[in-house]
T-cell receptor
Framework: DVKVTQSSRYLVKRTGEKVFLECVQD?????MFWYRQDPGLGLRLIYF???????EKGDIPEGYSVSREKKERFSLILESASTNQTSMYLC????????????FGPGTRLTVT | QQQVKQSPQSLIVQKGGISIINCAYE??????FPWYQQFPGKGPALLIA?????SEKKEGRFTISFNKSAKQFSLHIMDSQPGDSATYFC???????????FGTGTKLQVIP
């Protein structure tokens, strides 16, 4: 059974803190993605990676960075968390980029106070 | 820039009825149109997908209708059941080395 796991289901951080969200997939997928999900805005792509150490900006990369040191792991970093980054963060992976089925993790609900 | 517009934002349907969710896209280069289903507390999961060379695709009670000239596609859920209550996202992509663009989502509630 395919699996994408995220390090935390719920996270509460203070404004200005550095935040790490971790994602691991066990399907040997080349591509991994970070989205944020907000009511009325749907899923918006933050960053994606098509290979180890490779990354591409999505639609809303400002305030975020990513790291992919190993094929199975993709980290999202908030260098200095702000209240407008309070959101649900979803990680996904796939094979085949645009036409490949994306497998999503359960999400991390981040609250920045 | 919203490249995939989805409506309605929420939908209430009685058990046994037909649920219809509509999406419209702008980029004529899109050539892959998936629908994802998300239950509370879970990540989205692929439900059904269509390529623009066909006008309809059916899987069980779920059907995608595709109108290339109008740049619109829709999801029909026949004989809707309470277990179908979820948020549905349409999406579109150009394939290859390209990302997927998602719609804003429709929260469906099927009442007994």
């Amino acid at each position: 059974d395919v699996k994408v796991t995220q390090s935390s289901r719920y996270l509460v951080k203070r404004t200005g803190e550095k935040v790490f969200l971790e994602c691991v997939q066990d399907m040997d997928h080349e591509n991994m993605f970070w989205y944020r999900q907000d009511p009325g805005l749907g899923l918006r792509l933050i960053y994606f990676s098509y290979d180890v150490k490779m990354k591409e900006k999505g639609d809303i990369p400002e305030g975020y960075s990513v790291s992919r040191e190993k094929k199975e792991r993709f980290s999202l970093i908030l260098e200095s968390a702000s209240t407008n980054q309070t959101s649900m963060y979803l990680c996904a992976s796939n094979r085949g980029l645009g036409r490949g089925e994306q497998y999503f993790g359960p999400g991390t609900r981040l609250t920045v106070t | 820039q919203q490249q995939v517009k989805q409506s309605p934002q929420s939908l209430i349907v009685q058990k046994g009825g037909i649920s219809i969710i509509n999406c419209a896209y702008e980029n004529t280069a899109f050539d892959y149109f998936p629908w994802y289903q998300q239950f509370p507390g879970k990540g989205p999961a692929l439900l059904i997908a269509i390529r623009p060379d066909v006008s309809e695709k059916k899987e069980g009670r779920f059907t995608i209708s595709f109108n290339k000239s109008a740049k619109q596609f829709s999801l029909h859920i026949m004989d809707s059941q309470p277990g179908d209550s979820a948020t549905y996202f349409c999406a579109a992509s150009k394939g290859g080395y390209q990302k997927v663009t998602f719609g804003t989502g429709t929260k469906l509630q099927v009442i007994p």
